[in-house]
T-cell receptor, first 116, second 110 residues
Framework: ETGVTQTPRHLVMGMTNKKSLKCEQH?????MYWYKQSAKKPLELMFV???????ENNSVPSRFSPECPNSSHLFLHLHTLQPEDSALYLC???????????????FGPGTRLTVT | GENVEQHPSTLSVQEGDSAVIKCTYS??????FPWYKQELGKRPQLIID???NVGEKKDQRIAVTLNKTAKHFSLHITETQPEDSAVYFC?????????WGAGTKLIIKP
């Protein structure tokens, strides 16, 4: 596998379920991101990890819980979600941006989440 | 909060004509301005980017211009082709934090 991969590609869950999304990057990057993409809305940055340390957390509800065990893997743990959380969840990675530099983000294919 | 406005939301052009998409940002500290293309059912991919110390950048049929004073930047696609049909996103920011526009659906009419 090359690039950024995400599993599962599709997920349907009830509001009382607990599930996890997984992202893996094979690009040697040190920064990883979770985004939420809803129809006709801007991409919403949820979390950023750099060198396994969380550097951004944009007021995301606590029912979303990220985990970054190493620079190649990123998880998003989901529990007691709401129907409005249904969206495409995209993972991305980039070179580390410490010091103010910003680099191209490489996206995974996304997980299409439906909350019933 | 900081935001990026992108216009138009939908753009339909005749094949071979040019297309222009415009974005305006609010955070004057932004120093990085990428453009991503997302084809239907696929992931966003970077097509061109520009940094705040440059006013214009070109790559074959694609060009981006930046006006830091006015806080706006634009994507120009010349000689459009059917494979240019997609949703295009602009973004502005720096140091991990990118604020994204809502996207422009570009339709190329044969």
């Amino acid at each position: 596998e090359t690039g950024v991969t995400q599993t599962p590609r599709h997920l349907v869950m009830g509001m009382t379920n607990k599930k996890s999304l997984k992202c893996e990057q094979h690009l040697g990057h040190n920064a990883m991101y979770w985004y939420k993409q809803s129809a006709k809305k801007p991409l919403e940055l949820m979390f950023v990890y750099s060198l396994e340390e969380r550097v951004e957390n944009n007021s995301v509800p606590s029912r979303f819980s990220p985990e970054c065990p190493n620079s190649s893997h990123l998880f998003l743990h989901l529990h007691t979600l709401q129907p409005e959380d249904s969206a495409l969840y995209l993972c991305a990675s980039s070179q580390d941006g410490r010091g103010g530099a910003t680099y191209e983000q490489y996206f995974g294919p996304g997980t299409r989440l439906t909350v019933t | 909060g900081e935001n990026v406005e992108q216009h138009p939301s939908t753009l339909s052009v005749q094949e071979g004509d040019s297309a222009v998409i415009k974005c305006t940002y609010s955070d004057s500290a932004s120093n990085y301005f990428p453009w991503y293309k997302q084809e239907l059912g696929k992931r966003p991919q970077l097509i061109i980017d520009i940094r705040s110390n440059v006013g214009e950048k070109k790559d074959q049929r694609i060009a981006v211009t930046l006006n830091k004073t006015a806080k706006h930047f634009s994507l120009h696609i010349t000689e459009t082709q059917p494979e240019d049909s997609a949703v295009y996103f602009c973004a502005a920011g720096g140091n991990y934090q990118l604020i994204w526009g809502a996207g422009t659906k570009l339709i190329i009419k044969p």
